[in-house]
């Protein structure tokens, strides 16, 4: 009778473990499927070409070091003051406009930096009409007489990455602002500081761990860029890359930049960690309050709101409103090509299987550390997000080689077995690029789909255990209808970044295949910048998509 009670406890028990270690091995492989490119990055940058380093380090790293050094530092300060400043006067003052300018903050997320490099490059040059109808009003008849500083320049650079990407800071301050607690604030005023030091010696000590957060997010997207850094003349080791395997055909040599690079990246990571290391602050949920916004007059209001809406007109009203009228000039001259739509299809293909597989793979990390919690998971965890701090560039040349390899092994065992060549298969098919885009977005799908899991009481899984079921079957009872939400929300995301992303899109794509992106990239190369107008303004309208999830985000928290 013992017997007979104990026997379905232990099978139960076996089928769970069996059940959980399905999720663990899943979780491995993806881990392992992502770690994949590092590790190919070392072994090909090894490989027989240390006579290489000597030219890099005499002629090429040099210069792209002090360049990247520069577009780093000078987008590092800039979106910090844009970020925090324009943070805080959202949440710290109240005045005719402020609810519309919470949510516009956040709109150049939806504009690409090669997108506004793109925009701006036309809208500056020497004989466009901005600086025309400056010299109209000035009395000059040329450009000889008067032009602007040309564009093309690092402090181009730095303005136009600037302006773009200083939502990153703006999002995670504002974030902290808003939890401040309202105690600490009125403590400091009772004591006698004014507004100005209140946000000194108190608001801004509280945000750091959260403005060191946004900076690094938005140097790890300068870094990653490669369109609007060639377009405005900045060679950084992005662009080294670049040039180095696609027009001198050197791989190892670019594999051996990417090395350096992805030390950078780790060491920037590091720095962020290091900086804020013993920055924790702690508040009671149930005591804390958010602080009443300061009631502005009308002329320092409207003054405030001139000031807050100008990042939003030079980061997305400017180049939106030009890409709209270019791309309605184009439209009504020869309306849509059917290259464009072509290529419009192979965009929305390729993002949309890359975003179910790594909505796939999210939901196996996410929940194998859910349901196993320990070091393992954890570990495996991390390192299935790291492709995300991997510059494009970087992460395909890690993919190629392993890809490659693999592409010349089924070749060969199809000429052996079926007497037929299958050539570059993978490469040639897509499945390298869709590797790519799981990699390097997949950290997002985790993110969402964690923040989603942390919602879920563990008593609804201990509850599901307890009636029976085992791992998979708590993940489709419970955990996969309860995270619908955070589903809907990551895949959002991860398509449109994969609609987005231009250097691995660039280096891997197939022949004689074109995304928006690439096409994008190909006519503002060229200087056809009429061309590609349509095809700039279909990426900005679908790239509004996140902004908006993030603004109700944000209203929600506040």
Known sequence: MSHLNLQPSSTLKAARYRSGRRWLCASVFIAALVATPVLALLWQALQGSSGLWPHLFAYVLPQAFLQTGMLLVGVGVLVTLLGTSTAWLVTAYDFPGRRLL????????????????????????????????????????????????????MAGCILLLGF???????????????????????????????????????????????????VSLALMEALNDIGASEFLGVKTLTVSIYTTWVTRSDLPGAAQIALVMLSLV??????????????????????????????????????????????????????????????????????????????????????AMATLAILLFGLVTAYAARSLPGHITAALQRISTVGYAMPGTVLAIGILVPVAALDRMIDKTALEWLGTSTGLLLIGSGTALGYAYVA???????????????????????????????????????????????????????????????????????????????????EAARGTYEEASIAALAIVLVGILPVIILARIGRWKS
């Open 102 to 153: 919470e949510w516009a903050l956040l709109l150049p997320l939806a504009v690409p930096t090669y997108i506004i490099a793109y925009a701006y490059l036309d809208l500056l040059h020497p004989i466009g009409w901005v600086q025309g109808a400056i010299r109209a009003v000035l009395g000059y008849a040329s450009p000889r007489d008067f032009r602007l500083p040309d564009i093309r320049s």
């Open 266 to 351: 780790i060491a920037l990571v590091t720095i962020e960690r290091w900086a804020r290391r013993r920055q924790r602050y702690w508040s009671s949920a149930q005591k804390a309050r958010s602080f009443t916004p300061h009631r502005l007059g009308t002329a320092s209001g409207l003054a405030a709101f001139a000031l807050g809406f100008l990042p939003v007109f030079i980061g997305f009203i400017v180049p939106a409103s030009y890409l709209a009228i270019e791309a309605w000039k184009r439209f009504r001259f020869t309306g849509l090509s059917s290259r464009l739509l072509s290529e419009t299809l192979n965009t929305v293909i390729l993002s």
């Open 440 to 522: 390097r977005f997949l950290a997002i799908a985790v993110g969402s789909i964690e923040a989603g899991f942390s919602r879920i009481p563990r008593s609804f899984d201990h509850a599901a255990r307890s009636l029976g079921e085992n791992v998979t079957g708590t993940f489709r009872l419970i955990h996969l209808p309860l995270s619908k939400p955070s589903l809907v929300a990551a895949g959002l995301l991860v398509f449109v970044d994969c609609m987005k992303e231009l250097p691995a899109t660039l280096l891997l794509r197939p022949l004689n295949f074109e995304t928006l992106a690439t096409h994008l990239y190909g």
């Open 164 to 214: 773009v990407l200083y939502p990153y800071v703006y999002l995670t301050t504002r974030a902290m602002f808003l939890t401040q607690s309202a105690n600490l604030v009125e403590v400091s005023r009772t004591l006698g500081s004014g507004k100005g030091r209140v946000f000194w010696r108190v608001a801004l000590p509280l945000a750091r761990p959260a403005i060191a957060v946004g």
